[in-house]
C-alpha cells in the first residue's frame, strides 16, 4: 500500500495570506490527525477527522481549521498567516479500530 | 506539563555503545508508539506496544511496555551512525482519543 502523502511538500508565504494543505490517507484508512511540529513546541495536536466530522482538536486558534472529504481525503487551512506559523506541518492516519498513526513526510511550511 | 515525559533530551555516543531512552507518565495509556524521526521528514513507526509488561524486539532494538502502562523504554544495542535520529515516544490514552507525544530523545551516533 502507498504511505501516506502530502502536497505540496514545500511553502513559502508572506504574513497576512492564507494557506491551503492536502494530506491523503493510506487506502482503507479512515481517521487523519493533523499535527504541527517546531523546535521549541515539539509535535502539537491540531485536529482528527473520521467521516468527514472533526472528533477530536487541539488548542490552536479558529485560524487553523481542516476539512475531510468523502474518500477519506483531508485539507488544512491556516488564514491570516502569522510568522509563528512557521512549522512543518504532518498529517498522519490510522485504520479506525487501531490507535497507530502512520506519518506522511510534511509540508514544510515558511512564513516570511 | 507534558503529559509524557521523554528522558534523556539528547545523547550523543559512540558507535558499538549501548543506550536507553524512557518514556514515562502518571496515567495509563491503552498502547504507546515510538517513532523515529529524521530532519525535514515525518516520524517512522517502530513499534506499537498494547499490553503491560509487553516486549518487543526489531533487529538491534528493544521496547518494553511497563506492568502498568504507564512507562515504556526503548534500548539500543550497540548503536550505528545510522540510528542517529530524534525518537519520539507516543500514546493514547483511550482507544480512539487523539495521540500525546513526549518531547522526543534526539540521538547522535558518531563513528
Known amino acids: 500500500k502507498a504511505g501516506v502523502t502530502q502536497t505540496p511538500r514545500y511553502l513559502i508565504k508572506t504574513r497576512g495570506q492564507q494557506v491551503t494543505l492536502s494530506c491523503s490517507p493510506i487506502s482503507g484508512h479512515r481517521s487523519v490527525s493533523w499535527y504541527q511540529q517546531t523546535p521549541g513546541q515539539g509535535l502539537q495536536f491540531l485536529f482528527e477527522?473520521?467521516?468527514?466530522?472533526?472528533?477530536n482538536k487541539g488548542n490552536f486558534p479558529g485560524r487553523f481549521s481542516g476539512r475531510q472529504f468523502s474518500n477519506s481525503r483531508s485539507e488544512m487551512n491556516v488564514s491570516t498567516l502569522e510568522l509563528g506559523d512557521s512549522a512543518l506541518y504532518l498529517c498522519?492516519?490510522?485504520?479506525?479500530?487501531?490507535?497507530?498513526?502512520?506519518f506522511g513526510p510534511g509540508t514544510r511550511l515558511t512564513v516570511l | 506539563t507534558q503529559l509524557l515525559e521523554q528522558s534523556p533530551q539528547f545523547l550523543s555516543i559512540q558507535e558499538g555503545e549501548n543506550l536507553t531512552v524512557y518514556c514515562n507518565s502518571s496515567s495509563v495509556f491503552s498502547s504507546l508508539q515510538w517513532y523515529r524521526q529524521e530532519p525535514g521528514e515525518g516520524p517512522v513507526l517502530l513499534v506499537t506496544v498494547v499490553t503491560g509488561g509487553e516486549v518487543k524486539k526489531l533487529k538491534r532494538l528493544t521496547f518494553q511496555f511497563g506492568d502498568a502502562r504507564k512507562d515504556s523504554s526503548l534500548h539500543i544495542t550497540a548503536a550505528q551512525p545510522g540510528d542517529t535520529g530524534l525518537y519520539l515516544c507516543?500514546?493514547?490514552?483511550?482507544?480512539?482519543?487523539?495521540?500525546?507525544f513526549g518531547a522526543g530523545t534526539i540521538l547522535r551516533v558518531k563513528s
Open positions: 507516543a500514546g493514547a490514552r483511550e482507544y480512539g482519543n487523539k495521540l500525546v
Open positions: 498522519a492516519s490510522r485504520e479506525l479500530g487501531t490507535d497507530t498513526q502512520y
Open positions: 477527522y473520521f467521516s468527514e466530522t472533526q472528533r
